[in-house]
């Protein structure tokens, strides 16, 4: 079996890289991959950039040249929940692109052309076994649900209540539905792990950059326990 992780910026996966045995480096599409093993496990780990066509494109090259069992995608979002507080976890059971809209021509916002889904889901097996990784976290809430995706920044309570309300999402972020998107069209198990950095509200410019290295903390220990028990 091979693991596939994606996150976006350098934070979100150097650590993992750094812990990697046997590693070999390769650049494809302008992103570098690295292979190796870690937790004894076979893993090929990518810094995809930011937003959702670098997601895709990260997704779609991993998938063709290393052909993994299963994509997670870490990283940081911004909390939708009251529930939810910085440094509490999210386990994607579905992801939406909350941006694709094409209502004006009657079709539901969110609905994603070809594949007629608004949610793209999550393998049910590999969610459960992420939520039972992240229990190795404590004092921190856990919670699955569906992860939201734009190539915005989302910073005011205006577009936090809409894409709250609208897709039933508990946090947003800018690149794992694009991920899930690519996983589901060639038939790849995915998930989405976020550690919440902010609360989505305004306040990032406070929070973001104090909190993110605290929150991909846990979102690597998670990964690195997941790894330990498949």
């Known amino acids: 079996m091979i693991i596939g992780i994606i996150g976006a910026m350098d934070i979100e996966v150097k650590e993992l890289i750094s812990s990697m045995a046997d590693i070999k480096k390769e650049t494809v599409s302008g992103i570098d991959f690295y292979q190796g093993k870690l937790e004894d496990k076979k893993v090929v780990v990518a810094e995809c950039g930011i937003g959702k066509v670098y997601a895709a494109v990260c997704a779609q090259t991993m998938i063709l040249k290393y052909e993994p069992d299963i994509i997670i995608n870490t990283g940081v979002a911004g909390s939708l929940s009251t529930d939810l507080r910085i440094g509490d976890i999210v386990i994607s059971d579905g ?136």
């Not at 049910?124 to 649900?145: F, H, Y």
Request: with cysteine.
């Open 95 to 230: 992801v939406v692109q909350h941006d694709y809209d094409a209502s004006p021509i009657g079709i539901p916002p969110g609905m994603i052309s070809g594949i007629n889904l608004i949610k793209v889901p999550c393998n049910e097996e590999l969610v459960k076994k992420l939520v039972q990784a992240a229990q190795v976290l404590k004092d921190t809430n856990v919670a699955a649900g569906t992860v939201a995706s734009g190539d915005q920044f989302i910073c005011s309570k205006e577009k936090k209540d809409c894409i709250a309300t609208t897709f039933d999402a508990l946090c947003v972020e800018m690149e794992g539905a694009a991920i899930g998107h690519a996983c589901y069209i060639n038939k790849v198990d995915f998930c989405i792990i976020r550690a919440m950095s902010d609360m989505a509200d305004g306040s990032a410019h406070m929070d973001f950059d104090t909190f993110v290295e605290i929150a991909v903390e846990k979102t690597i220990l998670i990964i690195k326990n997941f790894l330990r028990q498949i």
